[in-house]
């Protein structure tokens, strides 16, 4: 498109015209269409996608990519690079679209040859009608001429077609509130997965019939035996059967200590004295809590401010009698604003396939819940509770924060089929669960998990994998005031022990602040936490923290396999500092005449640059070292691991990351450290490959890569792959993931 002026896009718009207001087929014409675009700014494709109902974007005309796959190649909204930009109507310009995480291939386009992409909305009456997309052989940026240039066809292109009724709007339009057509809503993702049922609206406001009373005494009587009732409720909830099988007893453990917070239970007890009765009271001061709560920046507050709905909604409805949740129908998406833990729990998870929130965050409890029972989960869901009507039949992808309302039939059918292929695919993995991942000649890789809640624990024996590689310890933690107590931490790590079987646990010590929020007490609001007072820094400055820690893992480790872990270490020096407090703890419990751990194997992080040149002096001081690629590539590139608009720039796939782990891995090799990789790549096919390929035998990641990563493992020959990655090392690519890719399609390894 280079030397492209504004007369020229004045002729193509006029010719363009033209050929949409001629005769013929619509067919015809917008492949006259496409042909002009793509020769008129000299780009090797040009396609259009057509938005069909059911918000799904069907290949309407192709030049370039396989005449085939025209009306053959859909997408819903949400999926692939096209999808996505008809879900934000937003324009993506990428000089190498292969490396894009949302970057979707699709064989029948044959779109194998081409490298850039410029994708722009078509919009309609500000309605996404399609996506107009320019594809070039070679690798190249795009200019913001050229974007602009796009989107001005793109305009021009969505009236022509609308006027030719190729679009038809009441196939895609709804009258806002009109409830007999398809709604999309937007979100974020917390839990991924697709759930189909209908909705169910959760209510947990609970109604206040008498607000004064005569008689404070006696609301206060009721007050504290309502307090007693909630109480046995919460204990009955951690004890209890679904609570027990789930392991959910951490989290419940900490929401009880809110139900015990004697701030909360005064100020109650201060507004029953001045005349209201005992429900009108907590509802007063859970108002007056939220209003002040939603005011403070501090995300710590703003979690604990679902628990404490929870607990208030609880009180209330013990006050009142009212009951509440509803009972489910078999396929049940449940709607809420928010909603804590126990609430979740009293639903019956079989039944519950997917939850829909107006607000809520990542680490809240609930989430967590759901995330231990696979329920797929869209949160920040704008609207809402006011578009969505109980028994709404919804369609709900949390692979990408959708939310499809009354969907149409062929949507419908989209997602059924990928549900039961999902289906399939958890019975395919459970199915090799107990082959070990060992590559076709023979070379074994040991699979671990990444762990933070007692929850996580089943899926040890779910993933058959072999260990927990990483435990965050202070993931229970993170909502709490303060942290726990010495006993306190002991039960909780006594309790991993006992639900690890077994199988070695690696416990890293606490790693607050950056991303993860620190307990409020030792909390400091920063410019820039993530380069911050965090992590080992934090606890080195406070050392007490740190010794409670170790003297609590070291009671929790009688007479077991103990490994501990530094986090954020970024100098010998560092790690020495830390290493003495471990030292000193062990030896505070020999003096005591305490029992001691079996073994105690110690190690650090590898997630800070710095230390990446001092790898050569841990030999003698530690036994393993864990590469933390979440914050180490963060680092590395200098590009927050959170934000989104800076996620694309590099790529784990990078010659330079993997010159970097191939280094750290031949270090540990020649001084004998034990090495693995625990960041998020380890969990992911492709790269675990690499990884592998690079000489690393151990790799810790989430509960749901083990099984798609043995199933990879046990797929390649590692005399292939290992010489194919090595000689990729001198690459000067942005990125060798296509390279990779195509590697392995050509050897026909299907990626787990
Ligand atoms: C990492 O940084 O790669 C890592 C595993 O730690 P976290 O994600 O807990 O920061
Ligand atoms: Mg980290």
Same mark, same amino acid.
């Given at each position: 498109?280079?030397?492209?002026?504004?007369?020229?896009?004045?002729?193509?718009?006029?010719?363009?015209?033209?050929?949409?207001?001629?005769?013929?087929?619509?067919?015809?014409?917008?492949?006259?269409?496409?042909?002009?675009?793509?020769?008129?700014?000299?780009?090797?494709?040009?396609?259009?996608?057509?938005?069909?109902?059911?918000?799904?974007?069907?290949?309407?005309?192709?030049?370039?990519?396989?005449?085939?796959?025209?009306?053959?190649?859909?997408?819903?909204?949400?999926?692939?690079?096209?999808?996505?930009?008809?879900?934000?109507?937003?324009?993506?310009?990428?000089?190498?679209?292969?490396?894009?995480?949302?970057?979707?291939?699709?064989?029948?386009?044959?779109?194998?040859?081409?490298?850039?992409?410029?994708?722009?909305?078509?919009?309609?009456?500000? =309605?996404?009608?399609?996506?107009?997309?320019?594809?070039?052989?070679?690798?190249?940026?795009?200019?913001?001429?050229?974007?602009?240039?796009?989107?001005?066809?793109?305009?021009?292109?969505?009236?022509?077609?609308?006027?030719?009724?190729?679009?038809?709007?009441?196939?895609?339009?709804?009258?806002?509130?009109?409830?007999?057509?398809?709604?999309?809503?937007?979100?974020?993702?917390?839990?991924?997965?697709?759930?189909?049922?209908?909705?169910?609206?959760?209510?947990?406001?609970?109604?206040?019939?008498?607000?004064?009373?005569?008689? *404070?005494?006696?609301?206060?009587?009721?007050?504290?035996?309502?307090?007693?009732?909630?109480?046995?409720?919460?204990?009955?909830?951690?004890?209890?059967?679904?609570?027990?099988?789930?392991?959910?007893?951490?989290?419940?453990?900490?929401?009880?200590?809110?139900?015990?917070?004697?701030?909360?239970?005064? =100020?109650?007890?201060?507004?029953?004295?001045?005349?209201?009765?005992?429900?009108?009271?907590?509802?007063?001061?859970?108002?007056?809590?939220?209003?002040?709560?939603?005011?403070?920046?501090?995300?710590?507050? =703003?979690?604990?401010?679902?628990?404490?709905?929870?607990?208030?909604?609880?009180?209330?409805?013990?006050?009142?009698?009212?009951?509440?949740?509803?009972?489910?129908?078999?396929?049940?998406?449940?709607?809420?604003?928010?909603?804590?833990?126990?609430?979740?729990?009293?639903?019956?998870?079989?039944?519950?396939?997917?939850?829909?929130?107006?607000?809520?965050? %990542?680490?809240?409890?609930?989430?967590?819940?759901?995330?231990?029972?696979?329920? *797929?989960?869209?949160?920040?869901?704008?609207?809402?509770?006011?578009?969505?009507?109980?028994?709404?039949?919804?369609?709900?992808?949390?692979?990408?924060?959708?939310?499809?309302?009354?969907?149409?039939?062929?949507?419908?059918?989209?997602?059924?089929?990928?549900?039961?292929?999902?289906?399939?695919?958890?019975?395919?993995?459970?199915?090799?669960?107990?082959?070990?991942?060992?590559?076709?000649?023979?070379?074994?890789?040991?699979?671990?998990?990444?762990?933070?809640?007692?929850?996580?624990?089943?899926? /040890?024996?779910?993933?058959?994998?072999?260990?927990?590689?990483?435990?965050?310890?202070?993931?229970?933690?993170?909502?709490?005031?303060?942290?726990?107590?010495?006993?306190?931490?002991?039960?909780?790590?006594?309790?991993?022990?006992?639900?690890?079987?077994?199988?070695?646990?690696?416990?890293?010590?606490?790693?607050?602040?950056?991303?993860?929020?620190?307990?409020?007490?030792?909390?400091?609001?920063?410019?820039?936490?993530?380069?911050?007072?965090?992590?080992?820094?934090?606890?080195?400055? =406070?050392?007490? /923290?740190?010794?409670?820690?170790?003297?609590?893992?070291?009671?929790?480790?009688?007479?077991?396999?103990?490994?501990?872990?530094?986090?954020?270490?970024?100098?010998?020096?560092?790690?020495?500092?830390?290493?003495?407090?471990?030292?000193?703890?062990?030896?505070?419990?020999?003096?005591?005449?305490?029992?001691?751990?079996?073994?105690?194997?110690?190690?650090?992080?590898?997630?800070?640059?710095?230390?990446?040149?001092?790898?050569?002096? /841990?030999?003698?001081?530690?036994?393993?070292?864990?590469?933390?690629?979440?914050?180490?590539?963060?680092?590395?590139?200098?590009?927050?691991?959170?934000?989104?608009?800076?996620?694309?720039?590099?790529?784990?796939?990078?010659?330079?990351?993997?010159?970097?782990?191939?280094?750290?891995?031949?270090?540990?090799?020649?001084?004998?450290?034990?090495?693995?990789?625990?960041?998020?790549?380890?969990?992911?096919?492709?790269?675990? /490959?690499?990884?592998?390929?690079?000489?690393?035998?151990?790799?810790?990641?989430?509960?749901?890569?083990?099984? %798609?990563?043995?199933?990879?493992?046990?797929?390649?020959?590692?005399?292939?792959?290992?010489?194919?990655?090595?000689?990729?090392?001198?690459?000067?690519?942005?990125?060798?993931?296509?390279?990779?890719?195509?590697?392995?399609?050509?050897?026909?390894?299907?990626?787990?």
């Amino acid at each position: 498109m280079t030397g492209f002026s504004g007369g020229d896009l004045r002729r193509m718009l006029s010719r363009l015209r033209d050929v949409m207001a001629g005769g013929g087929e619509v067919q015809g014409r917008l492949d006259k269409v496409v042909t002009l675009i793509a020769k008129d700014i000299k780009a090797d494709v040009c396609s259009c996608y057509v938005m069909r109902a059911g918000e799904v974007l069907e290949l309407y005309a192709t030049y370039g990519l396989s005449q085939r796959a025209v009306h053959l190649t859909r997408l819903r909204v949400g999926e692939g690079l096209v999808g996505e930009v008809a879900a934000h109507a937003r324009a993506l310009a990428l000089a190498d679209a292969w490396s894009h995480p949302l970057f979707v291939y699709r064989p029948e386009t044959g779109e194998d040859f081409f490298r850039s992409l410029m994708a722009v909305p078509m919009i309609q009456a500000g =309605r996404v009608v399609g996506v107009l997309v320019v594809q070039t052989r070679e690798e190249r940026p795009f200019n913001d001429w050229e974007l602009e240039t796009l989107e001005t066809v793109a305009m021009v292109i969505a009236e022509l077609m609308t006027a030719a009724q190729v679009v038809k709007r009441e196939e895609l339009f709804q009258a806002e509130g009109n409830a007999l057509l398809h709604v999309r809503l937007t979100g974020v993702s917390l839990n991924a997965g697709v759930g189909i049922g209908v909705a169910v609206m959760h209510k947990p406001h609970v109604r206040i019939g008498r607000l004064v009373s005569d008689d *404070p005494e006696a609301e206060q009587a009721r007050l504290h035996a309502a307090l007693n009732t909630l109480r046995e409720e919460v204990d009955a909830l951690i004890g209890g059967a679904r609570a027990e099988a789930a392991g959910f007893g951490d989290i419940l453990e900490v929401y009880r200590m809110f139900a015990d917070d004697r701030g909360w239970i005064n =100020r109650i007890s201060e507004v029953i004295a001045s005349g209201l009765t005992a429900e009108a009271a907590v509802q007063k001061v859970h108002d007056d809590t939220r209003i002040r709560m939603q005011q403070m920046s501090d995300p710590v507050f =703003r979690e604990r401010l679902q628990d404490l709905d929870d607990l208030a909604n609880r009180l209330l409805s013990i006050l009142t009698g009212g009951g509440l949740s509803a009972e489910l129908p078999e396929n049940a998406i449940l709607v809420c604003r928010s909603l804590g833990p126990t609430e979740l729990l009293e639903y019956d998870p079989a039944k519950l396939k997917g939850l829909i929130m107006e607000e809520g965050s %990542p680490t809240m409890h609930a989430v967590v819940v759901a995330k231990a029972l696979d329920i *797929p989960v869209v949160a920040q869901v704008k609207g809402a509770l006011n578009r969505i009507d109980a028994f709404d039949q919804i369609v709900l992808d949390a692979n990408v924060g959708q939310v499809f309302l009354r969907p149409a039939d062929e949507l419908l059918d989209l997602y059924s089929g990928a549900v039961e292929a999902r289906v399939q695919q958890i019975a395919a993995y459970a199915a090799i669960r107990n082959l070990p991942a060992t590559t076709k000649d023979g070379v074994e890789i040991s699979l671990c998990l990444n762990a933070g809640f007692l929850i996580d624990m089943q899926n /040890l024996i779910e993933t058959n994998a072999d260990g927990i590689g990483l435990y965050r310890t202070e993931m229970p933690f993170l909502s709490l005031p303060t942290l726990p107590d010495v006993e306190t931490q002991q039960a909780f790590y006594a309790q991993v022990f006992a639900n690890a079987g077994g199988k070695p646990v690696t416990f890293r010590t606490l790693d607050v602040g950056g991303d993860k929020i620190a307990a409020s007490s030792v909390h400091v609001p920063e410019d820039n936490p993530a380069l911050g007072w965090r992590s080992i820094r934090l606890t080195l400055d =406070r050392p007490a /923290l740190l010794r409670q820690q170790l003297r609590a893992l070291i009671r929790a480790a009688e007479g077991e396999h103990l490994r501990v872990m530094f986090p954020m270490i970024a100098s010998v020096a560092e790690f020495d500092a830390a290493r003495r407090l471990l030292d000193a703890e062990l030896e505070r419990h020999a003096d005591r005449g305490g029992k001691m751990p079996a073994s105690v194997k110690v190690g650090t992080m590898l997630e800070v640059p710095s230390l990446l040149w001092q790898l050569d002096k /841990l030999e003698t001081r530690l036994d393993f070292i864990s590469v933390g690629t979440n914050d180490l590539l963060q680092f590395i590139f200098a590009a927050d691991r959170g934000n989104t608009r800076v996620a694309s720039r590099y790529d784990t796939l990078s010659p330079s990351v993997l010159r970097m782990l191939r280094m750290v891995v031949e270090t540990c090799r020649t001084f004998g450290i034990e090495v693995s990789v625990c960041g998020e790549m380890a969990g992911q096919p492709l790269d675990a /490959l690499a990884l592998i390929a690079l000489g690393y035998r151990t790799l810790s990641m989430s509960a749901s890569g083990v099984g %798609p990563v043995r199933a990879t493992v046990r797929a390649v020959r590692l005399t292939e792959i290992e010489p194919f990655v090595v000689q990729l090392l001198d690459s000067t690519e942005m990125s060798i993931r296509e390279r990779l890719r195509a590697f392995v399609r050509d050897k026909g390894i299907v990626l787990g």
